[in-house]
């Protein structure tokens, strides 16, 4: 589905690439999470698969981005939107503006795609029933909360149908309910093989129970690339600048102290399940 | 939370299509400007605009918008026209300025002319929503660019105050004094204006990207989601109305 091949970027009027020849391929059907420090180059990542880097973001551009049959970079913006979508971090510049009511945004990009009225209203109550804004379709999009905002500009992703869905740190302003519930329809969307999803996240516990895959980003450049838990929980992911979960560093300190004897060796906890089967284990 | 006068309604003016309501508008501030005599002026307002507003049950804002911003221009009119306008009916002297009939005249029939121009907007301002009306001239051959700017304009326009006064306030909580005589107001608005700016700026750039991403600039054919009505009997009166508008025009000019 996406293949990355030696991919740099520097942004133009800045001397420091922000990505580095970066190599990744994900396949079809998979949720992958991209983590690392700020700064690392997640977001330009995520640009990058979108195809607002190098077409909105000028800078100097080395190896190849390709998503299915299509060569990103050499691609129009216009002909990628509704193959390709993309969720920023900031929900309220993602509000076009362009309409008055929740329901009406979420069509908005329906209506461009040229979609009949009827599927319009139908993709569009889904995506706002699956976000938890069924029941405030008729209100201004200016009068919902950060979070509500956050859960609208997905739903206007999802009601799209893209066939890879790109999120720049989508739960910054989600609860944890909220939170789960987006990981879990993203989950349900990839285990269905209608979607491919590649989303940058700083609740490590979220992506080590969700994602199929962890990539881990650092000053422009993949450190780490591998199963969650195994990448998260490394020792040295400190190094990196990403702090592991407090299960992860509890499991760790019950190692040190002997109070998890049997812990050596094995791979450390992420989650609070693994945490519980982790410190379980005599 | 949008910068708009519409009044959510279900009445026959709501119901009608917006390009009906523009057309009807246009019609009125034309009549308001080339109708010369102020009984036909007035004639529009009373007998025209008035029985709309009836109908489509938004009488009381209606006659209170209109009031509310033709006053300041009224109480500016009189006595600029009744003192500097040509005429020979001198009501009476103050020093070297003489109150005359005919400037009173002409204050009174460009203050009728305002309440049909600024009426007939009104009307269609309480009645259509914005983007309902844009969208219908989207279809007739508006670029959707011009109609995403007259619409997002309406509603990113309170966003920008919202965020001026968080701004204010936030180098308020850290000094800045901002009340006092006029210079030191007009020092407080320096370092207000470069961040709300920049924000700004950064704001477009995210929402130029979201237009991108739900295909905003994608060519080939769009729908609509917003179903509007257009029924015969009303592309006819369009028609008619757009005939009485030229005949004005042409009177007006002979």
Not at chain 1, 47 to 68: I, N, S, T
Not at chain 2, 108 to 127: E, F, H, I, S
Not at chain 2, 146 to 169: K, T
């Amino acid at each position: 589905m996406i293949e990355v091949h030696g991919f740099s970027f520097t942004y133009a009027g800045t001397a420091t690439p922000a990505l580095r020849d970066v190599d990744l391929k994900v396949p079809k059907g998979q949720l992958c999470a991209i983590v690392g420090p700020n700064g690392a180059g997640k977001s330009t990542l995520c640009y990058a698969l979108a195809g607002f880097v190098p077409h909105f973001f000028r800078g100097e551009l080395k190896g190849q981005v390709r998503v299915g049959d299509r060569n990103v970079p050499d691609t129009p913006l216009p002909e990628l939107s509704g193959e390709i979508g993309l969720v920023f971090q900031n929900p309220f510049n993602q509000i076009t503006g362009a309409r008055f009511t929740v329901l009406e945004e979420v069509a908005f990009g329906l209506e461009n795609l040229g979609v009949p009225r009827a599927e319009i209203l139908d993709r569009a109550n889904e995506a706002l029933r699956l976000t938890g804004l069924g029941s405030l379709g008729d209100r201004s999009p200016y009068a919902l909360s950060g979070g509500q905002q956050q859960r609208l500009a997905i739903a206007s992703m999802l009601a799209m149908r893209p066939r890879l869905l790109v999120l720049d740190e989508p739960t910054s302003q989600l609860d944890p309910a909220g939170t789960e519930a987006l990981f879990t329809h993203l989950s349900d969307l990839v285990s269905s093989g209608s979607m491919t999803v590649v989303l940058t996240e700083h609740k490590l516990e979220w992506v080590a129970t969700f994602a199929h895959r962890a990539v881990v980003l650092a000053a422009g450049q993949i450190v780490a690339d591998g199963e969650p838990r195994e990448v998260l929980a490394s020792p040295a992911m400190e190094a990196l600048g990403i702090r592991p979960t407090y299960y992860t560093q509890a499991a760790r300190a019950a190692v040190a102290s002997g109070l998890a004897p049997d812990g050596r060796g094995r791979p450390l906890p992420v989650t609070l399940e693994q945490a519980a089967e982790f410190l379980r284990w005599r | 939370m949008t910068a708009t006068l519409y009044l959510p309604g279900a009445s026959g003016v709501h119901r009608l299509n917006p390009l009906t309501k523009l057309t009807l508008a246009l019609v009125a501030v034309v009549a308001g400007a080339t109708l010369e005599t102020l009984t036909v002026t007035v004639a529009v307002f009373v007998f025209g605009l008035v029985p709309l507003a009836v109908w489509g049950r938004i009488l009381r804002p209606f006659l209170r918008i209109c009031v509310r911003v033709v006053w300041p221009f009224a109480i500016s009119l009189f006595p600029i026209q009744g003192f500097f306008a040509q005429g020979t009916t001198v009501l009476f002297t103050l020093g070297p300025f003489s109150l005359k009939a005919e400037g009173l005249w002409i204050a009174t029939l460009l203050t009728a002319r305002l309440l049909v121009g600024l009426g007939a907007a009104t009307l269609l301002m309480l009645t259509t929503r914005p983007d309902v009306l844009m969208h219908s001239l989207v279809r007739h051959g508006l670029p959707a660019q011009v109609s995403y700017i007259v619409v997002a304009s309406l509603q990113i326009i309170p966003g920008f105050q919202a965020r001026a006064q968080a701004i204010l306030d936030a180098q308020r909580s850290r000094g800045l004094e901002t009340e006092g005589n006029l210079l030191r107001r007009l020092r407080a608005l320096v370092p207000l204006v470069s961040p709300l700016i920049l924000g700004s700026l950064m704001d477009l750039e995210e929402r130029a990207i979201a237009l991108e991403a739900r295909a905003f600039t994608r060519r080939g054919p769009k729908t609509s989601l917003t179903e509007i009505r257009d029924p015969a009997w009303e592309r006819a009166l369009r028609w008619l109305l757009l005939l009485i508008m030229a005949g004005l025009i042409v009177v007006r000019l002979t």
